[in-house]
């Protein structure tokens, strides 16, 4: 069984720590690309290198009075450096540093989330395989259709996150962007040869900007956890809508000394599945916030910053948790077999109706003549409880046309799942 609560490696990515510890990268590979263009001397570099270091608690004081965390950050550093600290951030502005590492931070959650989204595949895939034959019935509009598997339903899921998948790998590819062309992103005071040079370094591409990089580009990345969020909890009301005491089906995982209700012993409630409808919520609404960065006054204002202080942990570390519950609720999940065969029947064999319309139009009759008399011996089963084949043996419509034996046929479960194995071969990728 996995920690369900445990999370300190994403939530490490977001501390002050590795923020600057960012920093401190994006501003010694754009002094490596300076030494190379022959603007800052090796003993220079080498000294940098060697001495650059920051202090948290240190930068927050300095922060304290500045107002200003880029300046604190580097005032900090200078403390270290010494004389050759002249040569740090020299042409690049707070953005240079800020967006090109706000690219590297969330490409780092993005990947952390790839792998959790990977091993929530995992889950799904092997939770199909190994209820690929389980009877349930299917259900549209939350009324019973025809039969399916529960591995079928499972299935489905795990194709979907099969497409969450590629949408995080599509985002870390969106945002694997840098910027160090200056205040206003025109070059004048720090060579293209220095960015380039600089952000492959770090593993970036460079892109078209001004004093920012353009918001739309990181707005892909909250799309993606959006969406994730979405496909999970899509998974997880079904949990909730399976557990309910009319269906039955499943049931959360129920752990040793766990209490349901303050007031009443018997419960068992969906916990779990809920707790992932509420927050894929929060990841939904923070791409409104995403997308509402993209506007901004002339080359930048500093409106979007704020927000991404916020949005950056909250969604990365949200899905993050959110995968590793939902991995918890499928690795863990408790299926009631007798109660899917047992719902299976609870409508007298009314799924079966399509069948019979198809046999009788099979056998001759008009398909609109066929639909009223299913349709009208169906919902007489449905309402007095009488077995819907038994109805079918009385009446003379239908008797003209199948014979006994030929309506007991119809009513075999085994005619839906003749295609299991072959959908399963396709896209089980087994």
């Not at 995992?122 to 025809?146: C, D, F, V, W, Y």
């Not at 591409?205 to 990345?221: G, H």
Request: some cysteine.
């Amino acid at each position: 069984m996995i920690e369900r609560y445990s999370l300190p490696e994403i939530s490490k990515i977001w501390s002050l720590e590795n923020k600057y510890e960012t920093w401190l990268r994006v501003e010694l590979a754009v002094c490596s690309a300076y030494n190379k263009f022959g603007k800052i001397p090796d003993n220079s570099l080498n000294n940098i290198i060697k001495k650059a270091r920051f202090n948290v608690i240190e930068i927050e004081e300095t922060e304290a009075v500045t107002r200003h965390d880029v300046i604190a950050f580097l005032t900090n550093v200078a403390k270290y450096v010494g004389e050759d600290s002249r040569f740090i951030h020299m042409g690049l502005t707070s953005s240079d540093i800020g967006d090109t590492s706000f690219s590297l931070i969330l490409r780092q959650a993005l990947e952390l989330i790839l792998k959790k989204t990977e091993a929530l595949e995992g889950s799904l895939k092997n939770q199909a395989l190994r209820h690929k034959l389980t009877p349930m019935i299917g259900r549209t509009h939350g009324i019973h259709a025809e039969p399916i598997t529960f591995g079928f339903k499972l299935l489905i899921f795990y194709e979907e996150i099969k497409r969450v998948k590629k949408r995080v790998k599509d985002a870390i590819l969106s945002i694997s962007y840098g910027k160090l062309s200056g205040a206003v992103g025109t070059y004048a005071n720090i060579p293209p040869e220095v960015e380039h040079d600089a952000l492959d370094l770090l593993g970036l591409k460079s892109i078209l900007s001004n004093q920012v990089i353009q918001r739309d580009v990181y707005a892909d990345a909250f799309y993606a956890l959006a969406a994730l969020g979405a496909s999970c909890e899509k998974i997880a009301l079904e949990i909730r809508h399976l557990m309910r005491t009319e269906v039955a089906e499943m049931e959360e995982p129920f752990a040793p000394g766990q209490k349901g209700s303050s007031a009443m012993p018997h419960k068992k409630n969906p916990i779990v599945s809920e707790n992932i409808c509420g927050l894929s919520r929060v990841l939904r609404s923070n791409l409104i916030s995403a997308i509402e960065n993209i506007p901004l006054w002339h080359e930048r204002d500093i409106s979007h910053s704020s927000v991404e202080r916020i949005i950056g942990p909250d969604s990365t570390i949200l899905a993050y948790y959110v995968l590793n519950q939902l991995i918890y609720l499928i690795d863990n999940m408790i299926v009631n077999k007798d109660n899917m065969l047992k719902n299976i029947d609870l409508t007298k064999g009314v799924i079966f109706s399509q069948k019979v319309l198809l046999s009788l139009t099979g056998k001759g009759m008009l398909r609109e003549d066929a639909y009223k008399i299913v349709q009208k011996l169906a919902h007489e089963s449905i309402q007095t409880q009488i077995n819907f084949k038994d109805l079918l043996k009385k009446d003379e419509s239908v008797l003209k046309l199948l014979t006994i034996n030929e309506i007991e046929g119809i009513f075999d479960i085994n005619y839906y799942y003749k295609y299991i194995n072959y959908i399963f071969d396709k896209y089980a990728n087994i």
